[in-house]
């Protein structure tokens, strides 16, 4: 095998016991994302001398009998929405194109203390706004299961460098399902972590109550060892939760004896396809062999989700870009008469479509006469949401769900009809909402497509859920595929 092939756990394991070196690892990712990401697209930069930098004083630490962490000399690629000092992050637009942070997110500091190898940015949608990674204003990115389809949106990027084999882990943020979603497209294993448990100091802002930064990886191992390196508190962030969390790699555990898991009847119904249903069946009863208990439950105001999710984010969203002015960074027009010239032409061009659709709509239902309607509504929504999944969590461990109502979907299928891109979501916005914990996991196939499982969880109950997932896997041997791409 190529050390590319690899999963992160893997390759941390043959660092340790020398069997291979940091430069080795990071030449062979470099050697892929040359040969297949001019088909896939998923980098926007790539940091090549950086990461052959970083990966040779790795080596030089573990020469030296230097105590490193097990994510040491492991490249990992970043989603272009979070700020890394000296490298540009653009969160895929115009407005963004030449910005250079002067500092790097808390997750990013966290990461050098681990000595990462930072292999470069990802491809998103604009702002982290879409399904799809279509909205990006600097390219496509495909899905490398089929190059003819999407990844999932809005961190496309980061789950499709996964999915290449481009690199073993990658960072992405998730708003309504914006990991979940792409890994499930992609075949790949995504977390959400619950709200409040990973800083976002220095994650661009699309709306600030539901965004959480997240890992994807090839492997639950892999995405635990991530998500155990990032999570914490943060004086940077005052939303960010104070308490401890375990080694979550470390306590993994494959038993699932006694364990009840739910399922949701309104994630079952008219909209998700009979082959997504199957897949989901199947791992549903596979998890029963093994010991866990299937029991249906209840969610009765899922049907008005999408709603209020896209109330409330664009809500947020309409006042979070409303510091992209042309005055003080990013995007200016050339051409302006007055301080309200250079507002108005700096943002209808510096913005794509998706976004101005979404901040109109965020400032409409915001505006006088319409917040009762609309954004208090939506709010009082979301705390019916957030009571029905603690009702459910009281007789049930875990709930499983699809991740996607379909498999991805085919370029331009969908970019033209905003209300259909937007169902996409209809089985991961509850969880943002709630600010709960979601791992999503491949369970099969139609064809050449991957199909997505969600695993829900209450708050801070993440060792569950990979416990949940890591047992699945090691029932079905492991989610280590990596599509050819010609």
Same mark, same amino acid.
């Given at each position: 095998?190529?050390?590319?092939?690899?999963?992160?756990?893997?390759?941390?394991?043959?660092?340790?016991?020398?069997?291979?070196?940091?430069?080795?690892?990071?030449?062979?990712?470099?050697?892929?994302?040359?040969?297949?990401?001019?088909?896939?697209?998923? $980098?926007?930069?790539?940091?090549?001398?950086?990461?052959?930098?970083?990966?040779?004083?790795?080596?030089?630490?573990?020469?030296?009998?230097?105590?490193?962490?097990?994510?040491?000399?492991?490249?990992?690629?970043?989603?272009?929405?979070?700020?890394?000092?000296?490298?540009?992050?653009?969160?895929?637009?115009?407005?963004?194109?030449?910005?250079?942070?002067?500092?790097?997110?808390?997750?990013?500091?966290?990461?050098?203390?681990?000595?990462?190898?930072?292999?470069?940015?990802?491809?998103?949608?604009? $702002?982290?706004?879409?399904?799809?990674?279509?909205?990006?204003? $600097?390219?496509?990115?495909?899905?490398?299961?089929?190059?003819?389809?999407?990844?999932?949106?809005?961190?496309?990027?980061?789950?499709?460098?996964?999915?290449?084999?481009?690199?073993?882990?990658?960072?992405?943020?998730?708003?309504?399902?914006?990991?979940?979603?792409?890994?499930?497209?992609?075949?790949?294993?995504?977390?959400?972590?619950?709200?409040?448990?990973?800083?976002?100091?220095?994650?661009?802002?699309?709306?600030?109550?539901?965004?959480?930064?997240?890992?994807?990886?090839?492997?639950?191992?892999?995405?635990?060892?991530?998500?155990?390196?990032?999570?914490?508190?943060?004086?940077?962030?005052?939303?960010?939760?104070?308490?401890?969390?375990?080694?979550?790699?470390?306590?993994?555990?494959?038993?699932?004896?006694?364990?009840?898991?739910?399922?949701?009847?309104?994630?079952?119904?008219?909209?998700?396809?009979?082959?997504?249903?199957?897949?989901?069946?199947?791992?549903?009863?596979?998890?029963?062999?093994?010991?866990?208990?299937?029991?249906?439950?209840?969610?009765?105001?899922?049907?008005?989700?999408?709603?209020?999710?896209?109330?409330?984010?664009?809500?947020?969203?309409?006042?979070?870009?409303?510091?992209?002015?042309?005055?003080?960074?990013?995007?200016?027009?050339?051409?302006?008469?007055?301080?309200?010239?250079?507002?108005?032409?700096?943002?209808?061009?510096?913005?794509?479509?998706?976004?101005?659709?979404?901040?109109?709509?965020?400032?409409?239902?915001?505006?006088?006469?319409?917040?009762?309607?609309?954004?208090?509504?939506?709010?009082?929504?979301?705390?019916?949401?957030?009571?029905?999944?603690?009702?459910?969590?009281?007789?049930?461990?875990?709930?499983?769900?699809?991740?996607?109502?379909?498999?991805?979907?085919?370029?331009?299928?969908?970019?033209?009809?905003?209300?259909?891109?937007?169902?996409?979501?209809?089985?991961?916005?509850?969880?943002?909402?709630?600010?709960?914990?979601?791992?999503?996991?491949?369970?099969?196939?139609?064809?050449?497509?991957?199909?997505?499982?969600?695993?829900?969880?209450?708050?801070?109950?993440?060792?569950?859920?990979?416990?949940?997932?890591?047992?699945?896997?090691?029932?079905?041997?492991?989610?280590?595929?990596?599509?050819?791409?010609?």
């Amino acid at each position: 095998m190529e050390m590319y092939q690899y999963t992160a756990a893997e390759l941390s394991s043959m660092l340790k016991k020398k069997e291979c070196s940091a430069v080795e690892v990071t030449e062979s990712v470099l050697g892929r994302i040359h040969a297949v990401d001019d088909k896939v697209g998923a $980098f926007i930069t790539v940091t090549e001398e950086l990461a052959l930098q970083k990966a040779k004083q790795v080596d030089e630490k573990r020469v030296a009998g230097e105590a490193l962490h097990d994510l040491a000399g492991i490249p990992i690629a970043v989603k272009d929405n979070i700020c890394t000092k000296g490298v540009g992050t653009t969160c895929a637009s115009k407005m963004l194109e030449n910005f250079v942070p002067p500092y790097s997110a808390t997750v990013i500091e966290k990461l050098e203390r681990c000595d990462y190898v930072p292999v470069g940015k990802v491809n998103m949608d604009e $702002f982290a706004m879409g399904s799809s990674t279509e909205t990006s204003y $600097f390219k496509k990115t495909r899905n490398p299961n089929d190059l003819d389809r999407v990844p999932g949106g809005s961190s496309g990027g980061s789950a499709a460098c996964v999915s290449a084999g481009e690199v073993p882990l990658s960072l992405g943020s998730d708003t309504g399902g914006s990991i979940r979603l792409p890994a499930s497209y992609c075949g790949v294993v995504g977390l959400k972590p619950t709200y409040s448990s990973v800083s976002r100091y220095g994650l661009v802002a699309f709306a600030s109550s539901l965004d959480q930064i997240g890992p994807l990886g090839r492997s639950v191992a892999d995405v635990a060892m991530l998500y155990s390196a990032i999570c914490g508190r943060d004086n940077h962030d005052a939303t960010s939760a104070v308490r401890e969390y375990p080694d979550f790699a470390a306590s993994l555990q494959a038993d699932l004896k006694g364990k009840v898991i739910g399922l949701p009847k309104e994630y079952f119904g008219h909209g998700v396809s009979d082959k997504v249903k199957d897949a989901i069946m199947k791992m549903a009863h596979d998890l029963e062999q093994q010991g866990a208990v299937l029991k249906e439950v209840t969610l009765p105001s899922t049907d008005y989700a999408l709603n209020a999710y896209y109330i409330i984010s664009s809500a947020e969203a309409s006042s979070n870009l409303a510091r992209f002015d042309g005055v003080k960074y990013g995007f200016r027009a050339k051409d302006y008469n007055g301080l309200v010239d250079l507002y108005e032409k700096t943002r209808s061009e510096g913005f794509g479509d998706e976004v101005k659709r979404r901040i109109m709509l965020g400032t409409f239902v915001l505006s006088s006469g319409y917040y009762d309607a609309y954004y208090k509504r939506a709010k009082l929504l979301q705390q019916k949401i957030t009571a029905e999944f603690h009702n459910a969590f009281e007789a049930c461990d875990v709930l499983l769900t699809p991740t996607a109502p379909d498999t991805a979907f085919k370029i331009g299928e969908n970019i033209g009809d905003p209300l259909k891109m937007y169902a996409t979501d209809i089985c991961t916005v509850t969880v943002n909402i709630a600010g709960l914990p979601a791992l999503s996991v491949p369970c099969g196939y139609d064809g050449a497509l991957p199909i997505g499982c969600q695993l829900i969880g209450a708050k801070f109950s993440e060792q569950n859920l990979l416990n949940t997932a890591f047992a699945y896997e090691q029932s079905v041997g492991g989610f280590n595929r990596i599509p050819q791409i010609r």
